[in-house]
């Protein structure tokens, strides 16, 4: 997911939370969940309205996404997802028996410009009881005063650790502000992690100790980036590359000259555009080093692999926040391409759905939801939110205190039930679906050598 920060990334580390409880609570709840279909807190919200069915006035729920503009491909996916999440939570009694209701205003190309007078019109036109979003760039958290003035309830997956800062800083007025994913701070020490994990468990030994990390100019890859660079040498890496590519970018010539001059054991390309990361493919494959190749979002994306096809086999990435490949998480992704057609992106959409559904749970458990205004009732919802778990689609979802952001699992708990799964996928052949090779007890599929490395 494509984001800004201001690269201090390491400043908020400090203050995560590192819980152990049992796996094995863990992966029984986890059965129960699977047993449920919408998961075992739908169930939950279902036994709280006891019985009663959705009527009377609806509430209305907002969502300020990207319909045009350079993002608009996932924010449709973020309103399909708030759509298929509102019908089964009114399907289930709604909240205390009244239905919700999906509205939406377009953030186009984001920015504060675009995304502030989209949330003041969710608030003031809409009169919405919350926000719940993917993401919006640009705006800093700037819109995070218009929100806190009206008190609702907002939740966003902005993977931005400027949201650290924001709200860990100043709890009080940013108390009903969270981030439903984890900061992209984490995608820098988990992939030398992971790496570590592949080493160890023997399933690739590195030529050598070097990894040469590839960025394009966006905040968003460079928080990456740096945050790879820093944590190196305390994972036992060197790098041997830091470069910053001018974008958009369809010639890697120069830079893979660079890399085919000194072959690291990994390429770390932290920037995400689809298409220029499939034609670094193309262009790497006719002379491939003896490098792991790890790319950041582009492969998610259906373009990626149909831009480079079989050059791509082999390619890994990760989210911090997805639909797993586990019965929940399929389940979902045949309900939504069921209502959406094949051609729709269940992955993405995965993080509003979840979220509107913990949103609910915790609103019908305060009592009921608060509109613009009335901040003791959405104080309330938010007290809730602070203390829920919840097992979605994405895996589990629960907030750091004072920052009000998911916590990762493995990066900041060695405890899948307390933490949301990074999850490593490989591009095993580029016709079918990427394979979940990372974490456990997730991972679906063992990581495959990729097809350019000899022996």
Do not use: C
Not at 31 to 42: F, H, L, N, Q, S
Not at 87 to 110: C, H, R, S
């Amino acid at each position: 997911m494509r984001r800004k920060s201001d690269g201090k990334g390491t400043e908020t580390t400090a203050r995560r939370p590192l819980e152990n409880e049992s796996r094995r609570r863990f992966i029984k709840g986890a059965t129960v969940a699977a047993a449920g279909g919408v998961a075992a807190t739908g169930t939950l919200l279902a036994d709280i309205n006891g019985g009663a069915k959705a009527a009377g006035k609806p509430i209305p729920i907002g969502g300020g996404v990207p319909l045009t503009g350079w993002a608009a491909t996932d924010g449709i996916e973020f309103k399909r997802a708030l759509e298929l999440a509102s019908e089964e939570i009114n399907a289930m009694g709604g909240i205390l028996g009244q239905p919700v209701e999906p509205v939406f205003e377009d953030t186009k190309e984001q920015g504060a410009a675009n995304i502030i007078p989209a949330m003041q019109r969710l608030i003031d036109r809409h009169e919405v009881h919350a926000i719940i979003n993917g993401y919006n760039t640009g705006a800093v958290t700037a819109e995070y005063d218009t929100i806190a003035d009206a008190g609702i309830i907002y939740i966003h997956h902005n993977t931005d650790i400027v949201h650290h800062q924001t709200v860990g800083d100043n709890p009080e007025r940013y108390s009903t502000i969270f981030m439903g994913d984890p900061a992209e701070y984490w995608y820098g020490p988990g992939l030398l992690q992971f790496l570590n994990d592949l080493d160890a468990n023997g399933l690739y030994k590195r030529p050598n100790n070097k990894i040469a990390i590839v960025t394009g100019s966006q905040n968003y890859s460079v928080v990456i980036a740096n945050a790879i660079r820093d944590s190196a040498a305390k994972y036992g890496w060197d790098v041997s590359l830091y470069e910053t590519v001018v974008i958009p970018i369809s010639e890697w010539g120069p830079t893979l000259a660079k890399l085919r001059s000194d072959p690291p054991a990994v390429i770390a390309v932290t920037h995400w555009v689809p298409q220029d990361l499939a034609q670094f493919m193309l262009q790497f494959a006719p002379t491939p080093t003896n490098s792991l190749i790890y790319m950041q979002y582009g492969p998610s994306l259906a373009a990626f692999r149909e831009i480079g096809k079989a050059a791509t086999d082999g390619v890994l990435y990760s989210t911090v926040i997805g639909s797993l490949q586990d019965k929940i998480g399929q389940d979902f992704s045949d309900r939504y391409r069921a209502k959406f057609g094949d051609s729709s992106t269940p992955a993405v959409g995965a993080q509003v759905y979840d979220s509107a559904h913990y949103y609910a749970i915790a609103a019908a458990l305060a009592g009921g939801t608060g509109g613009p205004g009335e901040f003791d009732q959405n104080a309330k919802i938010a007290a809730r939110l602070r203390r829920q778990i919840h097992r979605g689609v994405v895996g589990t979802t629960k907030f750091s205190i004072p920052e009000q952001a998911a916590i990762p699992y493995p990066d900041a708990t060695n405890d899948p039930s307390l933490g949301m799964p990074h999850q490593y996928l490989q591009i095993q052949d580029w016709q079918t679906e990427p394979a979940l090779v990372a974490p456990s007890p997730y991972q679906t599929k063992q990581f495959k050598m990729p097809p350019w490395i000899k022996a």
